[in-house]
């Protein structure tokens, strides 16, 4: 047998680059861990895994933490600059700037710029905006280095570009290739996605999902959503669009969905539908915020209704379950704040409990980040993009302030 040829030097850097990417993916998966830990996951040796942390901590890409003042534990560190999370409403464009030198976070809307005369929630405003934001972040010494983009509703991931049947919602956005457009302006990093995975991403980074390799997140408030995580990725599929959980048919004679079809997922989960369903009642409130509070309180009618939704919601996830097998599933957006009034509504449905027939039911949960998920999602898709990360969502990033801060 002829012995096989040394790798080339190519082939070297080759692997250490596949082999350092493998170790930054399982720190943002696992958090700090030791270096015994990481050569156990990823089947390298000690010697590279020793080699590869020595490395990066010299690039500053991580740092050790000390445990029992014994053991180190390896964790990500963040930029020292400042990124950008974006997300694009119906009504609204909202920003966040992440600034990692001073440890503060900014938060800023469409409503605050009456000097940039755009339409609030079209292109040329997210421009705008992020230009402000750009031009802070200098300032405070703390450039700009990567910017995150959500998009309320279908996007396909590579151009940004709006699915056509949702345009009516966000009609600036038409025929758009947003990376172009905002690339153009802009050249630094820019990671595009919907809204529903940026905030899965968000909840398997650091939430219910965190080390799990086949996760679901459910996004439920104005619309509904699913993001995918399987083996540390968003799952998008082969158009960009997995995940439109909100848009699967559970009733063949239901309402007529905004997408075309009749009886979506959309029509009997999410807030417009819920407030409709207690409004038939005779008892109607205004936001899904008020139903949920209604049914805190003792209101039986409030409590109802969230549990039929959660049953309906407990009907497409069957589905989906079946078709993915996911071992966590998280319930966000405000029909989280409902928690178990939901969770119990969800798990009572037929088709949930039929599951256990098939196999292991996933572990079914509340997600633990509820308050701007999408947004705290895209920081860490960005932060990944940058090949960086944050081993937890610590204080400042969870703490909106408003911009008129930054200068106070």
């Not at 819920?274 to 049914?295: C, H, K, Q």
């Not at 409590?303 to 996911?326: C, D, F, Y």
């Not at 178990?340 to 039911?361: H, M, Q, T, Y």
Request: aromatic share 6%.
């Amino acid at each position: 047998m002829a012995t096989p040829p040394l790798p080339t030097k190519r082939g070297a850097r080759i692997d250490r680059a596949t082999n350092t990417k493998e170790i930054l993916s399982f720190l943002r998966a696992s958090g700090p861990s030791t270096q015994a830990d990481i050569a156990r996951a990823t089947g390298l040796s000690r010697a590279t895994v020793n080699h590869i942390v020595q490395t990066l901590r010299d690039q500053g890409a991580i740092e050790y933490q000390w445990k029992n003042r014994r053991e180190a534990l390896v964790t990500l560190t963040s930029t020292r600059d400042s990124v950008a999370s974006v997300i694009v409403r119906e009504h609204t464009v909202h920003a966040i700037l992440f600034d990692f030198t001073a440890q503060e976070r900014f938060d800023v809307y469409s409503s605050d710029f009456p000097e940039i005369d755009e339409p609030q929630t079209s292109p040329a405003m997210v421009l705008g905006i992020v230009n402000r934001l750009a031009a802070l972040a200098k300032a405070r010494n703390a450039p700009l280095a990567g910017i995150a983009l959500a998009i309320e509703g279908p996007v396909e991931r590579e151009s940004g570009a709006i699915a056509p049947w949702a345009w009516h919602r966000l009609p600036h956005w038409k025929q758009v290739n947003i990376r172009q457009y905002i690339s153009r302006h802009l050249r630094i990093p820019l990671v595009i996605d919907n809204d529903a995975n940026f905030a899965a991403l968000g909840e398997w980074t650091w939430g219910v999902g965190r080390g799990c390799n086949d996760f679901l997140h459910i996004t439920s408030s104005e619309g509904i959503g699913g993001g995918i995580v399987i083996n540390g990725r968003i799952y998008h599929g082969g158009t960009g669009l997995a995940g439109e959980i909100g848009h699967m048919v559970i009733e063949d004679a239901g309402e007529l969905c905004f997408c075309g079809s009749r009886g979506c997922l959309t029509s009997f989960a999410t807030e417009r539908a819920i407030l409709r369903a207690l409004g038939n009642t005779g008892r109607p409130r205004t936001s899904l915020r008020e139903v949920i509070d209604g049914a805190q309180h003792g209101d039986a009618a409030c409590q109802r209704v969230l549990s039929e939704a959660g049953q309906h919601l407990g009907k497409a996830l069957a589905t989906v379950v079946r078709v993915i097998g996911p071992s966590v599933i998280a319930i966000g957006g405000t029909l989280g704040w409902a928690g178990d009034i939901v969770l119990d509504g969800l798990r009572s449905c037929a088709e949930v409990i039929n599951l256990r027939a098939i196999g292991k039911a996933p572990d079914i949960k509340v997600a633990e980040i509820l308050e701007h998920a999408t947004e705290l999602g895209g920081l860490a898709a960005i932060l990944s993009e940058l090949d960086l990360g944050a081993s937890s969502l610590v204080p400042w990033m969870v703490a909106p302030r408003p911009l008129a801060a930054a200068s106070a």
